[in-house]
């Protein structure tokens, strides 16, 4: 599997790298000074998690997927190469946190984009508290992470140009919650943890996290 991995990556990343100027320079930085946990981003476009996953290499980053990826070959076999996490979306919660547990107890950083839908824009759209759920059952803590450029990305490949694109990284945290958060108090949560992803972003991009990301958090205990 590590020559598979390493082979699937060197693809990956050179694709990438021709039709993309990529830095991520400071995310490889700040993961390799820190435990395996998740990893939570801006979902710009479709090349958001392969850039990460590739890019951060040899530094193990996977991902979720719903299990319906397995049923495309292709996707399944680079899927399974990175140990992605497959989720039955009609399974129990219960379940798709004891196998995100796993992979990060295994040294895989998780990486999440809790806005769900790519905002193709590069402006921070609302977040969903799922993230919430499952870093308070796995007791485990998050990175955020923040990229622009990659929304220019067909415009610039119609012009034959390659798009310059720039990853950010913040101080990693837990969240600070004894028990089960009523739905107000995971609406709380997931706006302290979308500021701390807007807070890295250009002001332009910060959306309707701009507020947030100036204020300070009630819900997050910074780990550095």
């Given at each position: 599997m590590g020559f598979r991995r390493a082979a699937v990556n060197f693809i990956l990343k050179s694709i990438l790298n021709f039709v993309c100027k990529i830095d991520t320079s400071a995310v490889y930085e700040a993961l390799s000074k820190i435990k395996p946990m998740f990893v939570v981003f801006n979902h710009v476009n479709f090349i958001d998690s392969p850039i990460l996953v590739t890019q951060c290499y040899p530094l193990r980053l996977t991902g979720l997927a719903k299990a319906e990826t397995w049923n495309n070959p292709i996707f399944g076999f680079i899927f399974s190469t990175y140990k992605a996490v497959s989720i039955d979306r009609n399974g129990a919660f219960s379940d798709s946190f004891q196998k995100v547990g796993k992979a990060i107890r295994n040294g895989n950083f998780v990486c999440i984009a809790p806005e769900g839908t790519r905002s193709k824009t590069g402006v921070l759209q609302q977040g969903k508290a799922g993230i919430v759920q499952l870093a308070l059952e796995t007791d485990t803590p998050i990175i955020p992470v923040?990229?622009?450029?990659?929304?220019?990305?067909?415009?610039?490949?119609?012009?034959?140009?390659?798009?310059?694109?720039?990853?950010?990284?913040?101080?990693?945290?837990?969240?600070?919650?004894?028990?089960?958060?009523?739905?107000?108090?995971?609406?709380?949560?997931?706006?302290?943890?979308?500021?701390?992803?807007a807070l890295l972003l250009p002001k332009e991009k910060r959306g309707m996290y701009a507020r947030q990301a100036e204020q300070e958090c009630k819900y997050l205990e910074f780990l550095l």
């Open positions: 923040a990229h622009y450029g990659s929304e220019n990305i067909w415009k610039n490949i119609r012009k034959l140009n390659r798009t310059p694109v720039k990853f950010m990284a913040g101080k990693p945290f837990k969240i600070k919650f004894n028990g089960r958060p009523a739905k107000s108090e995971r609406e709380e949560i997931i706006s302290e943890i979308m500021g701390q992803i």
